[in-house]
C-alpha cells in the first residue's frame, strides 16, 4: 500500500483538547508527519480569525483551512480560495424563523468574515460558542437593522424547536447541530467540508485513498462517507465509530491523534483495506 499523502483534521474533540490546546504529543506527531512532506488539511466548523487564533503559528501557516464546514478555503499562505455564501433572502427569512417570538434569544451570523450577535455573549454562550474570554468577542448589531453583505454562516444556540426549523429550511440550507445538540450551524445548500476537500483534492491532485481523515461530530459524517480511511475519537459519535477504519483514543487522551500516526504515516506497521 501507498503511504498517506493527507491527512485532514478536525479540530473541538478531535485535534483540541477539552482546553482547547493541542498536547505536545499530538502535535509533535502532526510536526512529522508535515517533515515527511504529507499534506496538513484543518477541516473545521470554526471561521478563520478563530483557526487562526488557536492554532501555532507554525501549523497555520503550513495548513489548508476549510472552515464554516466548507464555506471557506484558505491555502497555506493565507489566501482565500472560494467563499459560499447564503442568499440574503434566506437569511431573512431564518432570522424571522428565529427570531419570531423570542427577540432575546441568541441569534449571530457571519458576514464577510467577521462575526455579529444580536446580544452580548455571557459566559454560558461562549461555552456553547467554544471560545475563552481571551478571544475578542463579536460585534453586537440588530439582524433587522444591519444590511447583510455576504453571509458565510448562520449560529442559533439552543434551538429547542430544531426539527421544524430543519422541516423549514433543509432543503434550500446545509444545516448542522452540534452532537451535544447546543447549536445550530446554517450554511448554503452546497456546502460541505466533503465537498471542500473534494475540490481541494483535485488541486493537489490526490485520490480519496491518500487521505486519512479524524473527527468526533455530526459535521463530520460526509467526510466519513466521502472518503475510505477515516478515524473517529474514542469519544465520537457513534454513526462515526460505525463507519471509522479505526478507533482513536478520546479527545481528552494526550497521544489520541498521536498513537493513529505513529502507528499509520511515521512508523506504518499495517494498512489494511477498509
Same mark, same amino acid.
Given at each position: /500500500?501507498?503511504?498517506? !499523502?493527507?491527512?485532514?483534521?478536525?479540530?473541538? $474533540?478531535?485535534? @483540541?483538547?477539552?482546553?482547547?490546546?493541542?498536547?505536545?504529543?499530538?502535535?509533535?506527531?502532526?510536526?512529522?508527519?508535515?517533515? +515527511?512532506?504529507?499534506?496538513?488539511?484543518?477541516?473545521?466548523?470554526?471561521?478563520?480569525?478563530?483557526? +487562526?487564533?488557536?492554532?501555532? $503559528?507554525?501549523?497555520?501557516?503550513?495548513?489548508? #483551512?476549510?472552515?464554516?464546514?466548507?464555506?471557506?478555503?484558505?491555502? =497555506?499562505?493565507?489566501?482565500? +480560495?472560494?467563499?459560499?455564501? *447564503?442568499?440574503?433572502?434566506?437569511?431573512?427569512?431564518?432570522?424571522?424563523?428565529?427570531?419570531?417570538?423570542?427577540?432575546?434569544?441568541?441569534?449571530?451570523?457571519?458576514?464577510?468574515? &467577521?462575526?455579529?450577535?444580536?446580544?452580548?455573549?455571557?459566559? #454560558? /454562550?461562549?461555552?456553547?460558542?467554544?471560545?475563552?474570554?481571551?478571544?475578542? =468577542?463579536?460585534?453586537?448589531?440588530?439582524?433587522?437593522?444591519?444590511? =447583510? @453583505?455576504? *453571509?458565510? !454562516?448562520?449560529?442559533?444556540?439552543?434551538?429547542?424547536?430544531?426539527? $421544524?426549523?430543519?422541516?423549514?429550511? %433543509?432543503?434550500?440550507?446545509?444545516?448542522?447541530?452540534?452532537?451535544?445538540?447546543?447549536?445550530?450551524?446554517? /450554511?448554503?445548500?452546497?456546502? %460541505?467540508?466533503? !465537498?471542500?476537500?473534494?475540490?481541494?483534492?483535485?488541486?493537489?491532485?490526490?485520490? &480519496?485513498?491518500?487521505? /486519512?481523515?479524524?473527527?468526533?461530530?455530526?459535521?463530520?459524517?460526509?467526510?466519513? &462517507?466521502?472518503?475510505?480511511?477515516?478515524?473517529?475519537?474514542?469519544?465520537? @459519535? =457513534?454513526?462515526? !465509530?460505525? +463507519?471509522?477504519?479505526?478507533?482513536? %483514543?478520546?479527545?481528552? &487522551?494526550?497521544?489520541?491523534?498521536?498513537?493513529?500516526?505513529?502507528?499509520?504515516?511515521?512508523?506504518?506497521?499495517?494498512?489494511? @483495506?477498509?
Amino acid at each position: /500500500m501507498e503511504p498517506f !499523502k493527507a491527512i485532514v483534521l478536525d479540530l473541538d $474533540g478531535t485535534l @483540541l483538547g477539552p482546553d482547547r490546546t493541542i498536547t505536545p504529543e499530538n502535535l509533535d506527531a502532526v510536526r512529522r508527519c508535515h517533515d +515527511r512532506g504529507v499534506h496538513l488539511i484543518v477541516a473545521t466548523a470554526r471561521p478563520v480569525d478563530s483557526v +487562526r487564533h488557536l492554532l501555532p $503559528g507554525w501549523l497555520y501557516a503550513v495548513s489548508w #483551512k476549510i472552515c464554516h464546514n466548507g464555506a471557506v478555503l484558505v491555502d =497555506p499562505a493565507d489566501r482565500f +480560495r472560494f467563499r459560499m455564501t *447564503i442568499g440574503n433572502h434566506l437569511f431573512h427569512a431564518v432570522r424571522d424563523w428565529v427570531l419570531r417570538d423570542a427577540r432575546s434569544r441568541h441569534f449571530s451570523w457571519y458576514d464577510e468574515g &467577521q462575526w455579529y450577535t444580536n446580544l452580548p455573549l455571557d459566559d #454560558k /454562550m461562549r461555552r456553547i460558542y467554544g471560545i475563552s474570554i481571551q478571544y475578542p =468577542p463579536p460585534f453586537v448589531a440588530n439582524p433587522f437593522e444591519r444590511v =447583510p @453583505l455576504s *453571509i458565510e !454562516k448562520i449560529l442559533v444556540p439552543e434551538l429547542s424547536e430544531f426539527e $421544524g426549523f430543519h422541516s423549514a429550511f %433543509g432543503v434550500e440550507l446545509s444545516i448542522i447541530r452540534t452532537k451535544d445538540d447546543s447549536l445550530t450551524m446554517v /450554511m448554503a445548500a452546497a456546502v %460541505g467540508k466533503e !465537498k471542500a476537500l473534494e475540490a481541494l483534492l483535485h488541486e493537489l491532485r490526490l485520490r &480519496q485513498e491518500d487521505v /486519512m481523515v479524524f473527527g468526533d461530530d455530526t459535521n463530520d459524517l460526509a467526510l466519513f &462517507q466521502y472518503l475510505p480511511y477515516c478515524v473517529a475519537m474514542g469519544d465520537a @459519535l =457513534p454513526a462515526l !465509530k460505525a +463507519r471509522a477504519w479505526r478507533i482513536a %483514543g478520546a479527545h481528552t &487522551q494526550p497521544d489520541s491523534i498521536a498513537a493513529v500516526l505513529w502507528d499509520t504515516v511515521l512508523h506504518p506497521t499495517s494498512r489494511e @483495506l477498509p
